[in-house]
């Protein structure tokens, strides 16, 4: 199956919107190139309150918080973020049922990047198929409101993490 990186505009303003459209309304995370479409405009947006970390399990940290405290939370990350999130997840939020949505760059897909991305590139869907946590490819060619909708309608039913990956040229 392929992942291509989709040609055109930025999907991010869309995206925005479909996130707030279900319901987030609290969002975290450590930023990537894949993702700075994104990433600069929930920091332009007042109503968005992102909270830049310095680590992704951090930033799990505080959407767990969020979520506690009645927030519907969704944390950024690069996919070498996952790996040092693998704890935070395994025993903080799968143990404990809280659900925060995943948006994970996929740097290193099909080979292509710097050689430090290679590897993470090639096990990071096995290692969310491992932990048992749902995910989906971002596509550009589908409307943002219905990925974002699958993902918020599995946190819901599974009360887990559910990411989305995201490949080159969606968000940037």
């Known amino acids: 199956m392929s992942h291509g990186s989709p040609k055109g505009p930025s999907k991010a303003p ?46 799990l940290g505080m959407a767990a918080g969020a979520f506690l405290g009645g927030k519907q939370p969704m944390v950024l990350m690069q996919n070498s973020g996952l790996g040092v999130s693998v704890n935070a997840l395994a025993s903080l939020h799968t143990m404990y049922e809280l659900p925060a949505l995943l948006l994970i760059s996929w740097r290193g897909q099909g080979g292509n990047d710097a050689p430090e991305h290679i590897l993470m590139g090639e096990i990071m869907l096995p290692i969310l198929d491992l932990m048992h946590i749902p995910h989906r490819v971002l596509s550009g060619d589908e409307p943002m409101a219905q990925q974002v909708g699958w993902a918020r309608e599995a946190m819901a039913a599974t009360r887990k993490p559910v990411a989305l990956i995201v490949p080159g040229g969606i968000l940037e």
């Open 14 to 59: 869309e995206l925005v919107a479909a996130l707030k459209g279900a319901g987030f309304d609290f969002f975290c995370g450590v930023p990537c190139s894949l993702l700075k479409g994104l990433v600069s405009l929930l920091d332009a947006d007042k109503d968005a309150h992102y909270v830049s970390a310095t680590r992704e399990d951090s930033a």
